[in-house]
């Protein structure tokens, strides 16, 4: 039976969230995280939101002793602790390959040692690249990409022999198709986990998240999240800045749903072995985002159109649910505009730094957008 849980990267935005979630259900949490400075500000505080009732413990995955020291009296294991953000791996490869490759072999090795009932990992959309689309003869097209020529043209659909592309829900055996460096380290770290749980027999889910939104999500973080990054710059009183023509659809799900997803992987042995989507299955797009967020925030400020694109970003991705819905009868139950309101409520009382137009500036002196 599982008692005790280690959350790796639990004082972040989704793991403090899964923390609150175990332990309303009866679970014993010890979190491992290192504050770092992204996510948690330069004096690398405390988050106030933490659980009190969970076993803080601050260390590094990639240092192996403040891992094995976490293991202890551990049933079961969620690996959350992670450089997250697309643009920003594409120059900071190291960094991502270190926390996320190096860090994810480390948990394995002391785990081979250690072994639990149950490891589950936080993977992601990113790794599919484009999601699915079907061509006018409703035939599957799995491998698709936009030519550099086009979207200098502003035409930023998707098109084969000329034709356009329409996306449908994208299910977990679409070929990844790898853009950036953390996609390949999420890649990298659902395969070893999976490989590694089948060979010393420890039970491993890796879950893709889409994109997930909701309360504690770092507001000063401009590399990741783009509710939060919208968020940010509409508490400032600044437009947020929409990439290409503010069209491509993505799939957002709130974070309390993720929690409850992420427990019933760890619950549910028919989970064991397998790879999931965590999505709500609908399709929105980046401006309607914008706007809705804008509009529960009481702020009149529309979007700004940018007509920039970054290298390696996709189209559209939304999730098809139906294989996470039978293996862990899980279906999302917090509706988007209520979610909405939860996260216009709690940003009320934070402050956010702007760092947007620092990030963009990043990526722009690297030529990572055109
Ligand atoms: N938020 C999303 O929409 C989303 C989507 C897909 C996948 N994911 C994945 O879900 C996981 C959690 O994401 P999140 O949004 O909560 O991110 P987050 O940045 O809020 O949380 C990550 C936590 O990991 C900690 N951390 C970073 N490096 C560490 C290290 N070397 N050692 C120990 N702790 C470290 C950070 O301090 C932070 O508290 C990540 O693995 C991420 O890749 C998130």
Known sequence: MIKKVLVTGGAGFIGSHLTDELINCGYEVRILDNLSKQVHGKEQKKPTYLNPKAEFHIGDVRDKQAVQYALNGVDAVFHFAAMVGVGQSMYQIRDY?????????????CLIEKPVKKLVMASSMSIYGEGLYKDSNANLITECERELEDLKNDKWEMYKNG???????????KKPTLASVYALSKYDQERLSLITGKAYNIPTTALRFFNVYGTRQALSNPYTGVLAIFASRL?????????EDGNQKRDFIHVKDVARACRLAMEKPEADGEVLNIGSGNQYTITYIANQL???????????ITGNYRIGDIRHCFANTSKTEKVLGFTPEVDFKEGLLELAQWLKGEIAEDNVNKASDELAERGLTV
């Open 97 to 109: 390959t270190e926390v996320n490759n190096v860090g994810t072999a480390t948990l394995l090795e």
């Open 163 to 173: 034709k356009e592309l329409q996306p449908i829900p994208t299910s977990e055996d």
């Open 235 to 243: 508490l400032n009183n600044n437009p947020p800045m929409i990439f």
């Open 294 to 304: 804008a509009e529960v925030m009481n702020k009149d400020i529309p979007p700004e």
